[in-house]
């Protein structure tokens, strides 16, 4: 088990800016690569958002969102992070983090296990 915590969600107007938080227990955080998710309501999915390996030297991103969101990762602090920047209405929903554990491929929530419990970020237009 890697126990998961979201931070750092909020209301945010259409431009707007939020970072995201992931923090993470346990001495073996460094050795796992992440990511962030993220489902909207009525939605059974959760859509890929981005990507980070372990040592943080290789990120991955959504069509969509990619030139707004940067990943990152602090393995001293066991926490990865998400900058949102020029956020849109539909970037509202519930971002999780996880860990990858199925080396497959890295865009989709099927190679993740561990999720936290989410963190509501909503966008007004």
């Known amino acids: 088990q890697v126990p998961l915590v979201e931070s750092g969600g909020g209301l945010v107007q259409a431009g707007g800016s939020l970072r995201l938080s992931c923090a993470a227990s346990?001495?073996?955080?460094?050795?796992?690569?992440m990511g962030w998710f993220r489902q909207t309501p009525g939605w059974k999915e959760r859509d890929f958002v981005a990507f980070i390996s372990s040592s943080g030297g290789s990120t991955y991103y959504a069509d969509s969102v990619k030139g707004r969101f940067t990943i990152s990762r602090d393995n001293g602090k066991n926490t990865i992070y998400l900058q949102m920047n020029s956020l849109k209405p539909e970037d509202t929903a519930v971002y999780y983090c996880?860990?990858?554990?199925?080396?497959?491929?890295?865009?989709?929530?099927?190679?993740?296990?561990?999720w936290g419990q989410g963190a509501q970020v909503t966008v007004s237009s």
């Open positions: 996880a860990v990858r554990t199925d080396l497959t491929a890295v865009a989709s929530a099927r190679y993740y296990s561990y």
């Open positions: 346990g001495r073996t955080f460094s050795m796992y690569d």
